[in-house]
């Protein structure tokens, strides 16, 4: 078999002839003249496994397989393939396979296949999904790309990323010379990365006509991205599946939290088969329906079995089972909210969802450089895939009237979104005026401005907007460019071991656990522990030492050692690996690494010095010594957030009055977090003074007036020569 498939010509597939039989194809003719002969993998020439035809059997029951004939020969005839259905049609799972056997007819001579996804978790899933329905090895002929991780060969023929690795990618293989097809599935989110992805392969693409661009989404694509690689309108393969069963709606207000609570312990005494999907709008929501429920479930009747609710947040691993297997007497509750419709693509036992119609976004405000929060309606295209997980037997509960009017698409999140990040990518990339990546639609032009002159006053560009030399180490970082700014100042202060501990724990999920009411004053007590007198990120640094310390102990067990001081440890291990990432990436570009010297004066003053370099628009100033913060760049006054180690000292009393913070949250509580304090008597006196007087007005040869700004700029200098 083998032999016959790599015996045959590139041409025969273009030209959209069938060069292969499929795997149905195949194992029918094994049935009927070949049933004492084994039927070998096309991939590793290995007999199939038992397993292998009971997946198949599975996998031809979903609705995508209806369209793999229309699928393929399209693949075969054309550049760009549209495909759109929900998320339990089996788009995501089966697509990239037929992929993978259209490049193994051409003996992937023009490359391997690579399925982008939003969620690293998902990215995981799939792939292992995937492994084990094609009989091949992860890792192998299988893999996946997320960040802190690979699970890759150089043998690996498909491979699922996070659209942003796909991106990071790029950099060093602009015109995906290793790939053949590239699929970008969940096109439907319209985050920024896949933006940007579609945009840059619109380019790629006219440089090679022999790459495959299949965008695969849950509802029907957008015309502009219909559009965006012809200029005109591709055609959709859009697969049909069965309605839902019954779909019932409610007007509930503004209480659509209890109602949905409610909702579920009907279900459940109800004894209707199905597990169930909640979805609310925010993660506290989640949680405290988790605690309510996981207190509700100890007084029903053990005769109805037991109710399992399960928080499912965005971004967090595990949280999970890979195949949704069937849990027996157990009905699992799945507490979510948007954009998590995808994750249950796997989940056949779903038979009812309950959803709020409302969810939570991040609008960034260029002009006060930081994000507000709106809660909105769902769009009409989110309605529906989420009313479709319920299956053509489920029910959907809409905890809205039938007569509200939901919008037909949201706004794209480049739009939206703080895409500094993203602008200092497209430098790297020499789009030096942002003309030849095509948007689907262009980001803010306000947040574009605002991008461009904090870049400037990092020192990213040079005089004419091209990328400085700064500027392109700082690319090599996977941070944001502020904290890759401080990194590299770091280098000249000689305190490197230290920022990468804090440039991790920022960068990482909060290493902070919630704890239920009752222990919120146990929580506070042992966090106390670790608390510094300078301020948060130093407090950030003990965390990790303690953790290390705990890591090299044999007698120390670092779970029960987390749970103990109410530490989250996957946040803390995948603090660690992004400081092993960032210590390897500083090694790679020959930059000096200094031995730790925490815990002396002047290594405190040098962490401060660094931080300021990239963090100085940054700065606030109790105005009243009671607290209120004026912060310099925009003139607005906050608070410090009570978790941080000065925000838990009451009365307030020996504040600091200069601080530099990370993260102003000013929609939710309108707090600083993670302070720390600093003087202006010392070494940041210019730069305050700087910031104070020109703002973010002035432009980079004005600031450079200041005799602390020529020092930083030498420092910057010299970390680039070494």
């Known amino acids: 078999m083998e032999q016959d498939i790599m015996s045959l010509s590139g041409e025969q597939c273009f030209e959209g002839k069938s060069p292969y039989s499929s795997d149905s194809e195949v194992l029918s003719q094994g049935d009927k003249?070949?049933?004492?002969?084994?039927?070998?993998?096309?991939?590793?020439?290995?007999?199939?496994?038992?397993?292998?035809?009971?997946?198949?059997?599975?996998?031809?029951?979903?609705?995508?397989?209806?369209?793999?004939?229309?699928?393929?020969?399209?693949?075969?005839?054309?550049?760009?393939?549209?495909?759109?259905?929900?998320?339990?049609?089996?788009?995501?799972?089966?697509?990239?396979?037929?992929?993978?056997?259209?490049?193994?007819?051409?003996?992937?001579?023009?490359?391997?296949?690579?399925?982008?996804?939003?969620?690293?978790?998902?990215?995981?899933?799939?792939?292992?999904?995937?492994?084990?329905?094609?009989?091949?090895?992860?890792?192998?002929?299988?893999?996946?790309?997320?960040?802190?991780?690979?699970?890759?060969?150089?043998?690996?023929?498909?491979?699922?990323?996070?659209?942003?690795?796909?991106?990071?990618?790029?950099?060093?293989?602009?015109?995906?010379?290793?790939?053949?097809?590239?699929?970008?599935?969940?096109?439907?989110?319209?985050?920024?990365?896949?933006?940007?992805?579609?945009?840059?392969?619109?380019?790629?693409?006219?440089?090679?006509?022999?790459?495959?661009?299949?965008?695969?989404?849950?509802?029907?694509?957008?015309?502009?991205?219909?559009?965006?690689?012809?200029?005109?309108?591709?055609?959709?393969?859009?697969?049909?599946?069965?309605?839902?069963?019954?779909?019932?709606?409610?007007?509930?207000?503004?209480?659509?939290?209890?109602?949905?609570?409610?909702?579920?312990?009907?279900?459940?005494?109800?004894?209707?088969?199905?597990?169930?999907?909640?979805?609310?709008?925010?993660?506290?929501?989640?949680?405290?329906?988790h605690d309510i429920l996981c207190h509700e479930k100890r007084g029903l009747p053990p005769d109805l079995g037991e109710l399992l609710p399960i928080a499912v947040h965005p971004g967090q691993s595990g949280s999970l089972p890979v195949f949704g297997e069937e849990a027996g007497q157990i009905r699992r509750v799945f507490l979510t909210r948007s954009p998590n419709e995808d994750f249950f693509w796997a989940f056949s036992s779903i038979n009812f969802v309950i959803d709020a119609g409302l969810e939570k976004r991040y609008v960034y405000n260029p002009r006060i450089r930081t994000n507000s929060v709106i809660i909105q309606p769902i769009s009409s295209g989110q309605s529906e895939c989420r009313k479709h997980l319920a299956g053509p037997t489920g029910k959907c509960f809409r905890l809205y009237p039938r007569e509200r009017q939901l919008p037909a698409k949201l706004c794209p999140r480049i739009v939206e979104s703080d895409i500094t990040s993203t602008v200092l990518f497209l430098k790297r990339m020499e789009i030096a005026g942002l003309g030849h990546c095509d948007f689907i639609d262009r980001p803010d032009p306000g947040g574009l401005m605002q991008a461009l002159e904090e870049l400037d006053y990092l020192a990213a560009l040079d005089n004419d907007g091209n990328l400085s030399e700064m500027g392109i180490i700082m690319s090599e970082f996977p941070l944001e460019p502020q904290m890759a700014k401080t990194v590299l100042a770091s280098c000249e202060f000689d305190c490197v071991s230290e920022v990468i501990i804090i440039a991790a724990m920022l960068t990482a999920p909060s290493c902070f656990m919630v704890p239920p009411a009752e222990l919120k004053p146990e929580a506070a007590q042992c966090h106390m522990k670790f608390q510094h007198p300078e301020g948060d990120h130093f407090t950030l640094i003990n965390i990790f030492k303690a953790f290390k310390q705990c890591q090299q102990d044999t007698n120390c067990n670092e779970e029960k050692w987390c749970q103990g001081l109410f530490l989250n440890h996957a946040a803390l291990l995948t603090a660690d690996a992004l400081r092993?990432?960032?210590?390897?990436?500083?090694?790679?570009?020959?930059?000096?690494?200094?031995?730790?010297?925490?815990?002396?004066?002047?290594?405190?003053?040098?962490?401060?010095?660094?931080?300021?370099?990239?963090?100085?628009?940054?700065?606030?100033?109790?105005?009243?010594?009671?607290?209120?913060?004026?912060?310099?760049?925009?003139?607005?006054?906050?608070?410090?957030?009570?978790?941080?180690?000065?925000?838990?000292?009451?009365?307030?009393?020996?504040?600091?009055?200069?601080?530099?913070?990370?993260?102003?949250?000013?929609?939710?509580?309108?707090?600083?977090?993670?302070?720390?304090?600093?003087?202006?008597?010392?070494?940041?006196?210019?730069?305050?003074?700087?910031?104070?007087?020109?703002?973010?007005?002035?432009?980079?040869?004005?600031?450079?007036?200041?005799?602390?700004?020529?020092?930083?700029?030498?420092?910057?200098?010299?970390?680039?020569?070494?």
Request: with cysteine; charged share 25%; net charge negative.
């Open 33 to 289: 003249e070949y049933d004492d002969i084994l039927e070998l993998n096309q991939f590793d020439g290995l007999p199939y496994s038992s397993r292998f035809y009971k997946l198949l059997k599975e996998r031809k029951e979903l609705p995508v397989w209806r369209a793999k004939g229309e699928f393929m020969d399209s693949l075969a005839k054309e550049q760009f393939v549209v495909l759109s259905g929900f998320a339990k049609t089996g788009r995501s799972s089966q697509i990239p396979q037929w992929c993978a056997e259209f490049c193994l007819s051409v003996r992937f001579q023009h490359g391997m296949v690579v399925c982008t996804q939003i969620h690293p978790q998902q990215a995981v899933d799939l792939a292992l999904r995937v492994a084990d329905e094609m009989d091949i090895n992860i890792g192998h002929e299988v893999g996946y790309t997320i960040p802190l991780e690979t699970c890759c060969t150089s043998e690996t023929f498909l491979r699922y990323y996070t659209d942003d690795m796909l991106l990071r990618e790029i950099m060093s293989d602009p015109l995906l010379e290793r790939y053949g097809v590239v699929i970008v599935d969940q096109a439907h989110q319209r985050t920024v990365a896949t933006d940007v992805l579609l945009g840059l392969l619109k380019e790629v693409v006219l440089q090679r006509p022999e790459l495959r661009v299949v965008l695969l989404s849950a509802t029907k694509p957008d015309p502009k991205q219909l559009n965006l690689f012809t200029g005109s309108a591709l055609p959709d393969i859009h697969l049909e599946v069965p309605e839902v069963g019954e779909v019932v709606y409610s007007s509930t207000g503004d209480n659509y939290f209890c109602s949905a609570l409610h909702l579920v312990l009907e279900i459940h005494r109800s004894e209707e088969q199905g597990d169930v999907v909640v979805f609310l709008v925010t993660m506290q929501e989640i949680d405290l329906a």
């Open 580 to 722: 092993t990432e960032l210590t390897d990436t500083l090694k790679r570009i020959e930059l000096p690494i200094s031995a730790p010297a925490f815990g002396c004066r002047g290594n405190t003053v040098n962490i401060k010095r660094a931080l300021l370099a990239g963090f100085f628009m940054q700065v606030a100033r109790d105005v009243d010594g009671s607290g209120n913060y004026f912060i310099l760049t925009h003139k607005h006054v906050a608070q410090i957030h009570p978790f941080s180690g000065y925000g838990a000292k009451s009365p307030k009393l020996g504040l600091p009055e200069w601080v530099l913070f990370h993260e102003h949250t000013f929609s939710e509580d309108n707090c600083l977090r993670t302070v720390t304090h600093i003087t202006p008597e010392d070494e940041s006196k210019d730069i305050l003074q700087s910031t104070l007087n020109h703002g973010a007005s002035q432009n980079k040869e004005n600031k450079r007036s200041s005799n602390e700004e020529p020092q930083e700029d030498q420092a910057s200098d010299r970390c680039i020569i070494q």
